[in-house]
């Protein structure tokens, strides 16, 4: 098993210049492969069973951004794939990642993703969960599809290791004594994990060597970290309308995330009280003092600065690779990972 985050204070690795892209150009470099993997998507999603469907119409037309697909796209051609089951492997892990929002939002009594209610809001949360147990099946029928032990092996280790991430996460909810430590652990297990396991199998369906197959799989967890640390940093700083979420549903939820963590650690006691209590009870009544405490003591400067740092050990792992317009796109989407917004 691969041990889990790469420490976020190891100092910044070198790393190439980057180009500067914008997700709709880096997604120019795969638009042909995207389409396949939307049309893949509502597919496979397709059941004889009459609220599958409906729960399933409800999350394709929810959107996102579709980050772990295009990881996995953007690896297999930088590796120099030319076939089409990387396509299938994009559809798979969107699957995977869908299939957990459904259950977060259970866990989490979610009513707002991306600006729209979810699915739990609309079906209750019952048919969530079974909708969820559907996707992941049929992910995992894809899998399967593809013949490929070493890859069958990659998304059995990677979903085991977000359930246990989910359990970890449910753990710290509500407890301001979780440290950062365990907050990494948490969210390379539900967030980077997946995209270490994309760019893996990709790498993997490409034939790369055992080498370049380890760096490509580092790239995707970093960039899963440093995506990650930003979206906990959004949670305070960000406009709901933009990002389909309100602010300061992390804290309402009593999740303490990294610029709670480190706003306790340097914060006076007034402040690491008001934080505490906060994480305790969830909610809001608190949001006014506690932002104002991030605030005071550079906590979103902190966190953005290990995404940073994680970004530059993703664009190091890039290093094995050729030149070409589809590495430029990775280096430029480690970028996106730290600059998004949404």
Do not use: W
């Not at 098993?1 to 190891?10: N, Q």
């Not at 795969?30 to 399933?56: C, E, F, H, N, T």
């Not at 085991?160 to 753990?171: T, Y």
């Not at 948490?186 to 760019?199: M, P």
């Amino acid at each position: 098993m691969r041990a889990g985050p790469a420490p976020t204070t190891a100092a910044p690795a070198k790393v190439p210049a980057l180009k500067v892209m914008t997700l709709e150009q880096i997604r120019a470099l795969v638009g042909a492969d995207l389409s396949s993997v939307d049309a893949v998507i509502r597919a496979r999603l397709k059941s004889a069973v009459p609220l599958v469907d409906q729960v399933a119409e409800h999350i394709v037309a929810g959107g996102g951004k579709r980050l772990r697909p295009l990881l996995v796209v953007l690896t297999a051609r930088a590796c120099g794939y030319e076939g089409s089951r990387h396509v299938e492997a994009a559809a798979f892990i969107e699957f995977i990642h869908t299939a957990t929002l459904l259950h977060d939002d259970v866990v989490d009594s979610s009513s707002l993703r991306r600006g729209r209610d979810t699915a739990n809001e609309v079906f209750g949360n019952q048919a969530s969960v079974l909708v969820g147990d559907f996707v992941y099946s049929r992910a995992f029928q894809m899998m399967a599809a593809l013949a490929s032990q070493p890859v069958m092996e990659i998304m059995a280790q990677a979903t085991n290791v977000i359930a246990e991430g989910e359990v970890l996460q449910l753990m710290n909810a509500h407890d301001p004594d979780t440290s950062e430590r365990r907050y990494l652990e948490v969210i390379y297990r539900k967030t980077a994990k997946l995209f270490e396991a994309g760019a893996e199998v990709a790498a993997v369906l490409a034939g790369s060597t055992p080498a370049l197959r380890e760096a490509l799989a580092a790239f995707g967890r970093h960039l899963g970290m440093a995506y990650q640390l930003v979206d906990d940093v959004l949670d305070y700083r960000s406009n709901p309308s933009e990002r389909g979420k309100n602010l300061g549903d992390d804290l309402a939820e009593g999740k303490p995330t990294l610029p709670l963590i480190h706003a306790m650690s340097a914060g006076s006691a007034e402040e690491r009280h008001a934080i505490r209590e906060a994480i305790r009870e969830g909610g809001v009544t608190y949001f006014e003092p506690v932002v104002a405490a991030i605030e005071k003591t550079g906590a979103l400067e902190y966190a953005a600065r290990l995404a940073a740092n994680e970004r530059d050990q993703a664009l190091a792992c890039l290093a094995g690779l050729p030149d070409s317009s589809y590495k430029d796109g990775l280096a430029a989407l480690a970028r996106f990972a730290v600059a998004h917004t949404n």
